[in-house]
Structure formats: structure tokens, C-alpha cells
């Protein structure tokens, strides 16, 4: 809760969202048309002064430079906060998803269908989350005739080096093994066949 000074204005720097405000953002929206790079092309009120505040900054005007300076700076925070939070409410989630696949698996002896997969929940503290999986059963359908895919391919693989005697290691991929492996490369990390498609090295 902020503490309030004699003239009742919030202390801190964060302005409350009225009528004023939320005027403001929508004149920062507002489309116009600028000249860059000698043609006329349309833009925001608020893309257009960012424009020029750089291109006063690259003119060498000190202050422009620690506006612009400034800007980047909380552009950058304001950036992480979000990652932060989203990363915060992921972790939860993930740790979550562990707890009841690990449970369902101890009663059921099978991992539920549930979304997202734990082990497909990505999160990193800089750049934020990512779901590498199926998030839904359409997706989780798609990953299953890929899979099916993938196992037509191994069998043509199989068969095209049985008719043409290959049988070393180092033989060259078949055209069976080619088509799988863009295939196997859209599955989650934690469905990627490993040891059997290497064509790509």
C-alpha cells in the first residue's frame, strides 16, 4: 500500500490509470504519417517521438542521449519484471504438473494425458518460458501421426538397406532414414528417437 503526503499524491513514480492517462496512451496510438528514409510511410504518435528522440541522440544532443539511455534502461527492467513473474507462475506450474504426473504414474502405473507435459515446460531465468510439446489433444494427436510417420520411415529404412546390402555404420543414410529425420526433430525432447536416426550428423 503507497503512503500519501499532504497534497494526497501517491510518493511513488507510478501514476494512477484515469481519464488524463488513459487519454494520453490512446494519443500515443494514434496513427500519423513521417517521412523515413525520404518516403512517407504511417506510424504512431508515440513510434514517431521515439524515432526522432534517437535520431537526436545519433545527432550527438546530450540530453536525447540520456533520455533515449533512460528509456532503454527501464524498457530493459520493465522486460525482465514480466519474465520474472511469468517465470515465477511457471515454475509453480511445472512443479505442479510433476506432482501429479508422478502420482498418477504411482497409482495407474502410466503418465496421465495431461497439458503440458513437465518435461516439456522450458523455462529460462533471461528469456523466459517456453512449451515444447502438445498444449492441447489436437497437438497431442499431431505428435502421435508423427510418431507413426517416423515408424513408416524406420521401416523403409530397413527395407531399402536389406534390397541394397547395406549393413555398415558408416553406409549412407536411406531415403527412408532422410525423410524421418525432420520428422523426428518436431518431436518434444522427450519423445526424439536417439541412436537410430543420425543421418544429419
Same mark, same amino acid.
Given at each position: 500500500m503507497?503512503?500519501?503526503n499532504?497534497?494526497n499524491?501517491?510518493?511513488?513514480?507510478?501514476?494512477a490509470m484515469?481519464?488524463?492517462?488513459?487519454?494520453?496512451?490512446?494519443?500515443?496510438?494514434?496513427?500519423?504519417?513521417i517521412?523515413?528514409?525520404?518516403?512517407p510511410?504511417?506510424?504512431?504518435?508515440e513510434?514517431?517521438?521515439?524515432?526522432?528522440l534517437?535520431?537526436s541522440?545519433?545527432?550527438?544532443s546530450?540530453?536525447?542521449?540520456?533520455q533515449?539511455?533512460?528509456?532503454?534502461?527501464?524498457?530493459a527492467?520493465?522486460?525482465?519484471?514480466?519474465?520474472?513473474?511469468?517465470?515465477?507462475?511457471? @515454475?509453480? +506450474?511445472r512443479?505442479?504438473? %510433476? *506432482?501429479r504426473?508422478?502420482d498418477?504414474?504411482?497409482k495407474?502405473g502410466? $503418465? /496421465?494425458l495431461?497439458?503440458?507435459?513437465?518435461?516439456?515446460?522450458?523455462?529460462?531465468d533471461?528469456?523466459?518460458?517456453?512449451i515444447r510439446?502438445?498444449?492441447?489433444?489436437d497437438e497431442y494427436?499431431?505428435?502421435?501421426?508423427?510418431?507413426?510417420?517416423?515408424?513408416?520411415?524406420?521401416?523403409q529404412?530397413?527395407l531399402e @538397406?536389406? +534390397?541394397?546390402?547395406?549393413? %555398415? *555404420?558408416?553406409?549412407?543414410?536411406s531415403?527412408?532414414?532422410?525423410?524421418a $529425420? /525432420?520428422?523426428n526433430?518436431?518431436?518434444?525432447?522427450?519423445?526424439?528417437l536417439r541412436g537410430?536416426?543420425?543421418?544429419?550428423?
Amino acid at each position: 500500500m503507497s503512503k500519501h503526503n499532504g497534497d494526497n499524491t501517491p510518493d511513488d513514480d507510478t501514476p494512477a490509470m484515469n481519464a488524463f492517462w488513459e487519454l494520453v496512451d490512446a494519443l500515443g496510438k494514434t496513427r500519423v504519417t513521417i517521412v523515413k528514409d525520404g518516403q512517407p510511410t504511417e506510424a504512431s504518435i508515440e513510434a514517431a517521438v521515439l524515432q526522432k528522440l534517437a535520431a537526436s541522440a545519433l545527432n550527438g544532443s546530450v540530453q536525447s542521449i540520456r533520455q533515449y539511455n533512460e528509456l532503454q534502461r527501464r524498457a530493459a527492467e520493465n522486460k525482465q519484471r514480466d519474465i520474472n513473474s511469468t517465470v515465477t507462475q511457471w @515454475r509453480a +506450474i511445472r512443479l505442479a504438473q %510433476r *506432482e501429479r504426473f508422478t502420482d498418477h504414474i504411482e497409482k495407474h502405473g502410466c $503418465e /496421465p494425458l495431461d497439458f503440458p507435459h513437465p518435461d516439456d515446460i522450458w523455462i529460462d531465468d533471461r528469456i523466459g518460458v517456453q512449451i515444447r510439446g502438445p498444449i492441447d489433444n489436437d497437438e497431442y494427436i499431431t505428435m502421435l501421426n508423427t510418431k507413426r510417420i517416423i515408424d513408416a520411415c524406420l521401416w523403409q529404412d530397413a527395407l531399402e @538397406r536389406r +534390397i541394397n546390402g547395406l549393413h %555398415r *555404420e558408416d553406409d549412407p543414410p536411406s531415403g527412408g532414414l532422410l525423410l524421418a $529425420e /525432420p520428422h523426428n526433430q518436431a518431436l518434444p525432447r522427450r519423445e526424439k528417437l536417439r541412436g537410430v536416426i543420425s543421418c544429419s550428423g
